[in-house]
């Protein structure tokens, strides 16, 4: 072992895996609890992974299938939150921690595994330009089933990479599977892949069968879990409507091209991003180029606002980086074999990637260490954390686990009692909403997400913001006025109701 250690060969890579690992805790480790503020999607996840490691397959008041648009998170990535969180003491730490470790993991498979295509510095520049980049440092902070879509994507496309062979295509299956473990959205992945295995139908099944296995298995659970009542297959009914519609909504005729071009001008990272990509269609990196394309343009068919609401891209993060170095490196190996050009221009090119790397960390280490991380959500993030945790601490005290409280998932994590959001609450008076165009059954509910139950209504400075702008929601929300719920907690921007037929017990 001695021996393998103080071998010349090995201290490059000891030294590069070592700055990862650093950069990494500097990035995402510091106040990584509060910063970025908790996002709704967070408490989805963490509300839903912690029903399901308590034996209770439900988002708040309904049961949860794992295939409802309302949350289509996968039980694989629910319950490795879960574990996270109750190794934090249920907290929501512990899940933002799992999820850095994803983004540790996608850099180390871009430093070792990107060497099949560029080399060993390159590899290392695209590492760095993937941790250091922005909205990475913000995404993998957060708790986003994407971020593991993200790392099953790395590892898929790396190992496309060059002629196919029995172990590359099974390595590919494996990251696509990965994706599958989390989001529905993982198929856009395979899309890619059959696209760039196109010519070599023997690669099919290795590369695709692990996605099908996994996903078919998802989808086993959630038929068995409720096979008596079939709320899978209008579960799945909902969602084809949802997503076809949003298509259609976002990407019909020239718009998906409006869309790629507002997506890839939003910052000199993407263009020029862009321009790599372009570039590795004629190198050694051409499946990532063709992922790349191929998953933005599914991605953009049905979304106009991922330059706001970046989440769902995270998954192009790593196919970019990649492309950065590859690109790069092809472009000084053109340049090497032109006479008229200067040895140092090519060399300089090969090492771009490290140097665009290192200024992005270096730019955004006073964030991180400051805990001033600032999102483009952070009007639809939580306004103050204390004050979050001070009207979730006021509310166990009044309340018990058999108690209902109407609120959002940014505090609903934090309570003992039971818990449903507004958005429940009008589906479950049969009026549409988002996303439940169609109001879900009666029996799809474990208990009623009725106002007139619930001991307390929180009202969150998020619901005020968008929730309270949804189809029918102020049709439910209406007999607070109409029964005079007097406000018993304030805050500057959450208030908690209570139902006046549980004060009047008193």
Not at 139 to 159: D, E, P, Y
Not at 209 to 236: C, H, M, N, Q
Not at 463 to 483: C, G, H, L
């Amino acid at each position: 072992m001695k021996r393998l250690i103080s071998d010349v060969k090995w201290k490059p890579d000891i030294a590069m895996l070592g700055t990862i690992v650093v950069v990494w805790g500097l990035l995402y480790l510091p106040f990584l609890r509060t910063s970025p503020s908790w996002y709704g999607d967070e408490g989805l996840a963490l509300t839903a992974g912690l029903n399901l490691m308590r034996g209770i397959p439900a988002h708040g008041s309904f049961w949860n299938t794992f295939w409802n648009p309302y949350a289509p998170y996968q039980p694989v990535y629910e319950i490795l939150i879960a574990i996270g969180a109750n190794l934090a003491g249920g907290d929501i730490l512990g899940g933002r921690l799992v999820n850095t470790l994803f983004a540790l993991a996608i850099a180390i498979t871009l430093c070792f595994g990107g060497r099949r295509v560029m080399t060993p510095l390159a590899a290392f520049g695209a590492s760095l330009i993937f941790l250091g980049y922005e909205q990475s440092v913000i995404h993998f902070r957060w708790i986003f089933t994407h971020n593991l879509v993200a790392l099953g994507f790395a590892i898929a496309f790396l190992w496309l990479c060059g002629k196919p062979t029995i172990r590359r295509d099974w390595i590919a299956g494996m990251g696509l599977c990965l994706g599958a473990l989390a989001l529905p959205l993982g198929i856009y992945g395979c899309v890619a892949a059959f696209l760039v295995r196109i010519r070599h139908p023997r690669s099919w099944f290795r590369v695709l069968g692990p996605y099908a296995i996994a996903t078919s298995a998802s989808l086993a659970v959630g038929w068995l879990l409720f096979r008596e009542k079939g709320f899978l297959w209008s579960d799945l009914s909902a969602m084809a409507e949802f997503y076809s519609d949003a298509s259609r909504e976002n990407g019909g005729g020239l718009k998906i091209f409006q869309n790629f071009q507002r997506f890839f001008t939003q910052d000199a990272f993407h263009l020029a991003g862009l321009v790599m990509v372009l570039v590795c269609l004629a190198g050694r990196a051409r499946a990532l180029a063709v992922a790349t394309l191929a998953v933005s343009l599914l991605l953009l068919q049905n979304r106009q606002n991922l330059t706001v609401f970046y989440y769902q891209a995270v998954i192009l993060l790593p196919l970019m980086a990649a492309c950065y170095g590859a690109g790069f490196e092809t472009l000084a190996e053109f340049l090497k074999r032109r006479e008229d050009i200067r040895p140092s221009i090519p060399n300089f090119l090969k090492s771009a990637p490290a140097l665009i790397g290192a200024v992005f960390c270096l730019a955004m280490l006073p964030h991180s260490l400051s805990g001033t991380l600032k999102t483009r959500i952070d009007y639809w993030s939580t306004q103050s954390i204390p004050e979050v945790e001070a009207a979730a601490e006021w509310l166990n005290k009044r309340t018990t686990p058999e108690d209902f409280v109407l609120c959002h998932q940014n505090i609903a994590w934090l309570l003992h009692a039971r818990t449903g959001d507004y958005l429940q609450a009008t589906t479950w008076l049969n009026y549409p909403t988002w996303p439940f165009k169609k109001p879900l059954r009666k029996d799809q509910f474990r208990f009623a997400p009725d106002i007139s139950t619930a001991r307390f209504a929180v009202i969150a400075d998020i619901d005020r913001r968008w929730t309270f702008a949804q189809p029918n929601v102020e049709k439910t929300i209406r007999i607070f006025e109409s029964e005079k719920w007097p406000v018993v907690w304030a805050g500057e921007n959450y208030f908690v109701l209570e139902n006046p037929r549980f004060s009047k017990r008193k």
